[in-house]
């Protein structure tokens, strides 16, 4: 069973900054693409970032220039780097992750959310 476990979020001050980590575990044969999305109340999830297998990044318009996303092949660990935090960043973040698990097809994974709030 493969499971992404997030952590790093908060309550932070606007203009303040925050690290979030996924870390993804079980019998996983490889990680390919890694995204994190979020989900403010009344709203749909939206993608903020995306790393691919190459290390190839992109970003909503909204936070290029203040969110960094990384990952680490080793440790099949997505980072999120967010700095200049707005009040409008905060939602739950997910990360989302395409799995190859050691038997069977590739398959898309969620974790389960951690909460980021930013404070005017």
């Known amino acids: 069973q493969v499971q992404l476990v997030e952590s790093g979020g908060g309550l932070v001050q606007a203009g303040g900054s925050l690290r979030l980590s996924c870390a993804a575990s079980g019998s996983i044969s490889s990680v390919a693409e890694l995204g994190w999305y979020r989900q403010a109340p009344g709203k749909q999830r939206d993608v903020v970032a995306f790393i691919t297998s190459d290390g190839v990044t992109n970003y909503v318009d909204s936070v290029k220039g203040r969110f960094t996303i990384s990952r680490d092949n080793v440790k099949n660990t997505v980072f999120l780097q967010m700095s200049s935090l707005k009040p409008e960043d905060t939602a739950v973040y997910y990360c989302?992750?395409?799995?190859?698990?050691?038997?069977?097809?590739?398959?898309?994974?969620w974790g389960q959310g951690t909460q980021v709030t930013v404070s005017s």
């Open positions: 989302n992750a395409r799995i190859t698990p050691v038997r069977g097809s590739s398959y898309w994974r």
